[in-house]
């Protein structure tokens, strides 16, 4: 049975970092696609940061120079470093695996907040 459980949220000030941590259990790690999205009240998920088997990554613009996705793949897990919070930021943050061509294409963490405030 394939689990994702994240960790590492929490309340942060402007310009604060957090580094968010999704372990990944069951047999997924090396053919799945990982990644982070986030949501906010009234607005739908949004990813937030991807990173592949092979290591390829993709960031939404919003985060790019502030947010780096790494994956441990003997940890099988995935992290996400966000430097430079902003207000904006803030949201839940999902751990998300991805592959199109799986029977289960997609399994979802349960979520964790990230709170960026003075």
């Known amino acids: 049975q394939v689990q994702l459980v994240e960790s590492g949220g929490g309340l942060v000030q402007p310009g604060g970092s957090l580094r968010l941590s999704c372990a990944a259990s069951?047999?997924?790690?090396?053919?799945?696609?990982m990644g982070w999205y986030r949501q906010v009240p009234g607005k739908q998920r949004a990813l937030v940061s991807s990173?592949?088997?092979?290591?390829?990554?993709n960031y939404a613009d919003s985060v790019k120079g502030r947010f780096t996705i790494s994956r441990d793949n003997a940890k099988n897990t995935v992290y996400l470093q966000m430097n430079s919070l902003k207000p904006e930021d803030t949201a839940v943050y999902y751990c998300?695996?991805?592959?199109?061509?799986?029977?289960?294409?997609?399994?979802w963490g349960q979520g964790t907040q990230v709170t960026v405030s003075s």
């Open positions: 069951g047999n997924i790690f090396s053919t799945y696609t």
């Open positions: 990173i592949t088997s092979r290591g390829s990554t």
């Open positions: 998300n695996a991805e592959n199109l061509w799986a029977v289960t294409p997609r399994y």
